[in-house]
Structures are given as structure tokens and as C-alpha cells.
């Protein structure tokens, strides 16, 4: 399932593209639902922990990959290209561990996909230290980590404050996210 972001054409100079593109219904929104659709099927896999862990991968993977691959981007060159390709990835990212139900306490040491969950975070905190003053990568962070909060339940024993911490800055809506996205709400 490859993402394709498409930056529009800004009809004023006024007009903040990077909003518009990620706003009223599109082709992307729709494909969320597959993201999540796939996460469900991989975790009803969960009796083969070791083909769990390829499809897992297999989805998982690429859009780590282009959340990877947005960042050097934007680092390079400021392009707000990049930026929404970040946010399409990162917002795939969450509908997809939205497929996978929340684990208890108990199973969080089981679970077979808990280390790529762990890694999933990690770029999803990534994203947000590169990007952290665009507007959509803070929405879709905070989307994707507290939809239903999977990313960070799968974190089991590791506490993402510390990991916080270095992401406080200056805005509202991100520190919304990192009130949501650390342990306990803290």
C-alpha cells in the first residue's frame, strides 16, 4: 500500500497548503482505513508470532521508511512535500496499530510485536523533533499516538517520559501530545 502525498496548488499566497491537503475527504483517507484493516488482519495472525512479526514488517517497514526518508528531506531542503509525506506516513502508522487491540499489563510481556511497536514510536517521536513546527505532523502525532493510544500501550515497560522531555517546545497542541503520549498521562 504505497502513499503518495500531493501538495496543492495554493490559490492565494495566504493559503496554507499543507492544511488544505490534509483536510475534507480524499483518496488518503479512505486508505487509512486500510492501514487499519491490515493491522487487524496481522494481529488475528497471533498464534504464528514469527509470520505475525513478517507482515508486521511488511506494512510497518515502509512507512517507517518514508517517515525516514521524509525527515532527510526536510532536513535537506525544508520542503513542505516532505512535511506531508511525514504526516500521510505517520497517520498510516497509527490507523494501522489501531487494528491490533490494546494488550493488558499482562500481555505486554508476551506479545510478539511489542519491539516493533517500540520502533514505531521511536519514529513517530522522530518526525516530531524534526518537524515539531508544522501544525499537521503535531495533529498526526498526536492522532496516531493517542488513537486509540496503541503506540504507547505496546510500549509496555519502557516510560516515553524521559523521551518527552526533549520534545516540550513552545506550542499548545504539542504539548497536548506529549501530555497524552507520556506514561499516565503525566
Known amino acids: 500500500m504505497t502513499i503518495e502525498a500531493k501538495l496543492p496548488e495554493a490559490e492565494t499566497s495566504e493559503d496554507d497548503i499543507l492544511l488544505r491537503a490534509t483536510t475534507g475527504k480524499t483518496y488518503f483517507q479512505d ?10 488482519l496481522i494481529w488475528l495472525t497471533k498464534n504464528e508470532a514469527a509470520q505475525q512479526i513478517v507482515l508486521l514488517e511488511a506494512i510497518a517497514g515502509p512507512l517507517m521508511s518514508g517517515i525516514g526518508t521524509g525527515i532527510q528531506l526536510y532536513r535537506n531542503s525544508q520542503d513542505l ?23 493488558s499489563d499482562a500481555e505486554l510481556e508476551t506479545v510478539s510485536y511489542q519491539s516493533p511497536f517500540k520502533q514505531m514510536t521511536e519514529a513517530l517521536l522522530q518526525a516530531l523533533d524534526v518537524m515539531k513546527t508544522h501544525r499537521v505532523v503535531r495533529d498526526s502525532v498526536i492522532i496516531a499516538s493517542v488513537k486509540p493510544s496503541k503506540l504507547n500501550i505496546h510500549l509496555g515497560p519502557l516510560c516515553i517520559l524521559p523521551i518527552c522531555e526533549r520534545y ?7 504539548r497536548a501530545a506529549i501530555r497524552f503520549t507520556c506514561c499516565d498521562g503525566v
Open 168 to 174: 516540550r517546545f513552545d506550542h499548545r497542541r504539542a
Open 31 to 40: 486508505q487509512l482505513h486500510l492501514f487499519e484493516a491490515a493491522g487487524n
Open 81 to 103: 512535500g516532505a512535511v506531508l509525506q511525514v504526516h500521510h506516513n505517520l497517520m498510516a502508522l497509527g490507523n494501522f496499530a489501531k487494528g491490533f487491540p490494546q494488550a
